[in-house]
């Protein structure tokens, strides 16, 4: 318009912006050409560049041992040797192996004679901190205290308070009446003991856990269901309980996977027999199995294929947590 103005008046029109520069093939080298480009390159590139480290490092250290196992489970492969292809014969030779159903079964007792209690004990300490106590602070942090404490320490203490001959809880059990425990070589005994540490470590943690998903609860619903006229008990029942049910699900899950890799208390807690899962295998559990196949006896193979099998029995509660929550889903949203 001011150039029609100006051309009107006998004006000169402004000298139009010179072309930006081409490059010898013809494109754009300005600041609409290269720049643009390399501009838009950067905003694609960059996020990769930032992620990449992870998937290095998880490729270098999660994935190619994962692949280079499962390789091994497939071949027979004594330390030092050269790998014999064997196929399928390590998972046959677990499936009739006494040693391997019996770790299997210390495995599974041991994670729910220590997963139920645990978790049982966190909902309610995660309930009682849940309210207005007075240093209730102080109480936080003291829960967490053992899960801070390392796995060796705190099973050498237990392992002294539950030895057979002076350990304090024979004491205690005999002022009683009910007469000293073999702590150690009898089964159910030893897999208790072993329960109770696993419980002890994990239950602050698992109450902090519950205590955050607590807090989070609308205090609505509270005050609607005490107008109700509900005790405390009946709210938390009706209340709280229903609210948590996904972090519960989370915990129960996590707990399950904890208890399948057991490892360091059965094996510090049986001493010198501790990877054995004591003289008669009465707490050796299946990654205690792959210690002693892979390093003591020099079965590679074996001991892959054992790894294999707890991966496949994680993907199985992996499996288990989906359908549960889809059905939860769906129940909550019928």
Request: proline share 6%; glycine share 10%.
């Given at each position: ?20 520069p ?12 290269l ?10 590139a ?14 270098a250290f999660g ?61 309610g ?31 050498l ?7 057979t001959d ?8 005999d ?33 902090l ?37 996904p ?12 208890a ?59 499996g ?15």
């Open positions: 318009m001011a150039t029609s103005v100006r051309a009107e008046r006998g004006g000169t029109p402004p000298p139009a912006a010179p072309p930006s081409a490059s010898p093939h013809g494109r754009r080298t300005g600041p609409g050409g720049r643009s480009r390399l501009y838009r390159w950067d905003v694609k960059i996020p990769y560049v930032f992620i990449a480290p992870f998937f290095l490092t998880f490729a994935l190619f041992p994962l692949l280079y196992t499962g390789w091994l489970s497939l071949h027979r492969v004594e330390l030092g040797g050269t790998p014999e292809w064997k196929g399928l014969e390590n998972y046959t030779s677990l499936a009739t192996s006494e040693f391997f159903w019996t770790a299997l079964t210390n495995t599974f007792t041991i994670g729910v004679i220590s997963t139920v209690p645990q978790l049982l004990m966190a909902l300490l995660a309930h009682l901190l849940n309210y207005k106590l007075r240093g209730r602070g102080f109480f936080r942090v003291a829960v967490l205290a053992p899960y801070a404490t390392s796995i060796a320490a705190a099973t203490v237990f392992a002294q308070l539950f030895n002076y350990g304090m809880i024979n004491g205690v059990l002022r009683i009446g009910v007469g000293p425990v073999d702590w150690n070589t009898s089964k159910w005994p030893a897999q208790i003991a072993i329960s109770t540490i696993v419980t002890w470590r994990w239950t602050g943690y698992n109450a856990i519950y205590l955050a998903a607590m807090q989070a609860v609308p205090q609505d619903l509270y005050e609607a269901a005490s107008l109700d006229g509900a005790s405390r008990w009946r709210q938390f029942i009706s209340v709280t309980i229903p609210s948590i049910r972090t519960i699900l989370f915990t129960v899950i996590v707990s399950t996977i904890g399948t890799q057991l490892f360091g208390e059965p094996m510090l807690y049986g001493g010198s027999v501790g990877i054995s899962g004591g003289s008669g295998h009465q707490f050796q559990t299946l990654s205690l199995l792959m210690y002693e196949k892979g390093w003591v006896t020099g079965a590679l193979g074996s001991a892959s294929a054992i790894a294999w099998v707890m991966l496949a029995l994680l993907l199985l509660i992996g288990v947590q989906a359908l549960v929550s889809r059905h939860n889903r769906k129940k909550l949203g019928g």
